[in-house]
């Protein structure tokens, strides 16, 4: 149940209706009813004081891994669910690389059916492009938009075939959903585990080129221009990648892309001592491909920051590091790492972490919310961005701890999380 529901004196930073100063915002049958200078509180109704705090429009994350069905000692859509929710996300996009894969409408039903049991963060199911992302025939994906699919992807696994990728850019137009892609040529990027460069072979570990990534977004970029189709590049993390895509958009390509967390703060330094918390596909970069990633962040050619979680149980991530599999946990943790490390460094101001966070999110795949318009869902998030903290995996409420963070001192977190006008999360 939705309840009445208050913010009073809170920043209010809604870069959809290019808002940003103190506002009350009141939420009443899961809508928002009204954003004002002043708002008299309704009889029965729920206040928070919000001052000193901002309010946005309800963080969005395109592209979380929660492992069920199959690998639930990992992390389960419900404890994924509330690890958003406590990181100040209202809404994750649940990838299909799960075991077996979301390739189906029945699959697609389950994960809905239990993001909405979860009573946490809303979870919006992403279908395969592929059956058994297995890139050879395309899965049934006009049943899965039926089911509740928002995009199709089989994130994990590159479409290395592009005559079927070219077929998924077409045939996806009729459903008004976009086709997402991590690329990478598996045949440039066999046998690698880090980023190849002088790192990889001060640690005698085989590397991934850049060239690996920067061939599959041409590629991508140019199969989206041929069909009008519409590509959203996942986890972009190389120079080459940013300026294409920025090109590419300037001659009016139908391409989105997101930037994770990780490749914005670290490089492939973090990998010093074989750690494995710094293994991740994309691997860590070099230092100009983070500025790059940075830039392309500000000017908006990466138009999305999504987290890319991927839980791994620690018994995995405590392999050698050529057999300890790729990805870090991040929806706990991404909204302090951007306060204090993007936004704090000055690489974006508040109003365009705000965009990139949950308005364009929300755009890009065609969701509810990332306004606080309105009409439009209660879904709100308010933080406290002065608030010190230090990073403590054991409070974590994913499954999993796997991520290079641990003992940062950050600075902003969520204080509460708010999802259809109910709270479901707050410190």
């Not at 050879?136 to 696994?157: Q, S, W, Y």
């Not at 409420?397 to 109910?422: A, C, I």
Request: glycine share 10%.
């Amino acid at each position: 149940m939705s309840e009445t529901l208050l913010l009073t004196g809170g920043r209010v930073v809604d870069p959809s209706q290019e808002l940003d100063g103190v506002r009350d915002v009141l939420l009443v049958d899961g809508e928002v009813a009204r954003v004002a200078p002043s708002v008299q509180a309704p009889e029965h109704a729920r206040v928070l004081d919000c001052d000193g705090l901002v309010v946005t429009p309800g963080l969005i994350d395109v592209h979380v891994h929660l492992r069920e069905p199959g690998e639930e000692h990992k992390e389960t859509i419900a404890s994924g669910a509330r690890a958003a929710a406590a990181g100040g996300f209202t809404a994750v996009c649940a990838m299909p690389n799960t075991e077996p894969p979301i390739d189906n409408p029945a699959a697609v039903g389950f994960v809905a059916a239990e993001g909405r049991r979860a009573g946490a963060a809303r979870v919006y199911p992403v279908g395969c492009i592929s059956v058994d992302r297995a890139g050879k025939r395309l899965a049934l994906i006009g049943e899965m938009v039926e089911a509740g699919a928002v995009a199709v992807t089989d994130d994990g696994n590159p479409v290395m075939n592009s005559g079927l990728m070219k077929l998924a850019l077409q045939y996806t137009q009729a459903f008004g959903i976009p086709v997402a892609d991590h690329p990478e040529d598996l045949t440039l990027s066999a046998g690698g585990h880090m980023n190849a460069g002088i790192v990889s072979t001060r640690l005698g570990l085989p590397g991934k080129p850049n060239a690996a990534e920067d061939i599959h977004i041409v590629r991508d970029l140019l199969l989206a221009e041929t069909t009008g189709g519409h590509i959203h590049l996942q986890h972009v993390s190389t120079r080459f990648g940013v300026e294409s895509i920025r090109q590419a958009k300037a001659r009016g390509v139908r391409v989105t892309a997101e930037a994770s967390p990780h490749h914005l703060i670290l490089t492939e330094e973090a990998v010093e001592g074989y750690r494995t918390e710094a293994k991740m596909n994309p691997p860590l970069r070099t230092a100009e491909d983070r500025e790059a990633v940075r830039a392309g962040v500000a000017d908006g050619t990466l138009d999305t920051i999504a987290t890319d979680h991927a839980p791994h149980h620690y018994d995995e991530k405590e392999a050698a590091f050529t057999d300890a599999p790729n990805g870090i946990v991040g929806l706990e943790t991404a909204l302090g790492l951007i306060l204090t490390h993007v936004v704090g460094e000055g690489i974006l101001d508040l109003p365009t972490m705000v965009e990139r966070m949950s308005c364009q999110p929300a755009r890009a795949f065609h969701l509810p919310g990332g306004t606080l318009a309105e009409g439009a869902p209660a879904d709100v998030t308010v933080f406290d961005p002065v608030a010190r903290w230090t990073v403590d995996s054991n409070a974590f409420r994913s499954r999993s701890h796997n991520q290079p963070f641990e003992g940062w001192e950050l600075t902003g977190r969520p204080s509460y999380t708010v999802v259809g006008g109910r709270v479901v999360w707050e410190r």
